[in-house]
Structure formats: C-alpha cells, structure tokens
C-alpha cells in the first residue's frame, strides 16, 4: 500500500543553522507530495507541495524537491528560526483515489533553541 | 475570514459512551475529511464526504464510527460505545473543489484544530 517514511525526532537544532527533515515514499500511482506543519495548539497547515517529479516546492524559506528515483521529498532550510519549532508531516496524494486521501507519516519534532 | 472549526476541543468520555465531534468547514467548500491523529503518530484517513454525499468510508476503524454531513455543510463524527484504543485527536479538513481558490493549492485541504478524545 501507499506509505510515507520519515526520520524520527525530535530534531534539536540552533538558530541559523541548517535544517534537513527526510522523507521517502512508497505509492502504487504517482503521487503527489506534500509538507504539512502542525505548530503548538494549532491545526496542520500545508507548508510546501509538488506534483511531479523534479518539481521544487518552497515556502517560508524551506524547500522540498520531488525524486521520482529515490522516491524522496525531503525538507530543507538554510538557516532555522526559533518560530520554526513545529512538527513537520511528509505526505502524499495518488491520482487513483482521486486526491481524496492524504497519507502522512509520523512527523518530525523540530526544536529550534536561541 | 474564517477557518475550519471543530468542537468540542477536548472530550473526556468514560468508556462505553456515546461521543458525538462536530466540524464546521469553511464557507463553500464541497469536500470534507475526517482524520484520526493517534498519540506521536501522523493523521489517518477516516472518511471523506462530497457535499452531503460520503464516497469514502474505507477508513473508519469499525461500525462504532459514523460520520453524516445531512446538509453538505456541517459534519458530525459519532463514536457509540467508546473503547480506550478511540483515543485519539480527531481532524476534521475540507477543501474547495479543484478550479475554486488558489490555483497553487487547489487540492489543498484546510485542516481544523483538531479535537482531543480521551476514554477512561
């Protein structure tokens, strides 16, 4: 079945620094792949999406690009802020259910300190 | 400029008990989901409705779930006799169709707080 697979957290980063969250997939169709954060309280939000493969998703100063060939979607940012310490879900759409269901992983506790 | 809202935020039910968890999608949007967010865990799909219409149940975890959206607006997420293993944060999302908001996030769903279910 369709499943996304992402790394354990949580992630303990210093402001500024680098920030990588991975994220690999498995769909029988071809998917679309999604970034969804869920800050303190709040409702999950879509960070960043790509549709096809080699498509770059970005937003807020993070990216994610689409590799059809190591199944992978990987999140980045080049410098972290505090505000940026959230959980962050991998997920994925596939065009046989009619984009009417969102696979997510796990999700990646990220805490950024000053 | 209102959100999805559910309620009630937090629901403490003893076990064997009727619950009952409400969603209000935003204004005209035609989809709505319901997902199950279990603890440290990432949200699993439960059901989806198209208007009042549900196309998707495959989902719900056993014939205790039952989920109605009457008017294709306001949904409403009933568990009969509560088991500890419902416990769980209960999302509720919709989602314009395709062709309606941002052509960008088009298949975006809008996700609400969530309500925390808790079975003594």
């Known amino acids: 079945g369709d499943s996304v697979t992402q790394m354990e957290g949580p992630v303990t980063l210093s402001e500024e620094a680098f920030l990588t969250i991975n994220c690999t997939y498995t769909a029988t169709g071809y998917p679309s792949l999604f970034w969804y954060v869920q800050y303190p309280g709040e409702g999950l939000q879509l960070l960043l999406k790509a549709t096809k493969a080699d498509d770059k998703g970005s937003n807020k100063g993070f990216e994610a690009t689409y590799r059809k060939e190591t199944t992978s979607f990987h999140l980045e940012k080049g410098s972290v802020q505090v505000s940026d310490s959230a959980v962050y879900f991998c997920?994925?759409?596939?065009?046989?259910?009619?984009?009417?269901?969102?696979?997510f992983g796990t999700g990646t506790r990220l805490l950024v300190s000053p | 400029g209102a959100g999805v809202s559910q309620s009630p935020r937090y629901k403490v039910a003893k076990r064997g008990q009727d619950v009952a968890l409400r969603c209000d999608p935003i204004s005209g949007h035609v989809s709505l989901f319901w997902y199950q967010q279990a603890l440290g865990q990432g949200p699993e799909f439960l059901t989806y409705?198209?208007?009042?219409?549900?196309?998707?149940k495959s989902g719900l975890p056993s014939d205790r779930f039952f989920a109605e959206r009457p008017e294709g607006s306001v949904s409403t997420l009933k568990i009969q006799r509560t088991q500890q293993e419902d416990s769980a944060v209960y999302l509720c999302a919709s989602r314009p169709l395709p062709g309606q908001g941002l052509v960008l996030f088009r298949n975006e769903q809008f996700f609400g707080p969530g309500t925390r279910l808790t079975v003594l």
């Open positions: 997920a994925l759409t596939v065009m046989n259910t009619g984009f009417q269901k969102l696979v």
């Open positions: 409705f198209q208007n009042e219409a549900q196309l998707d």
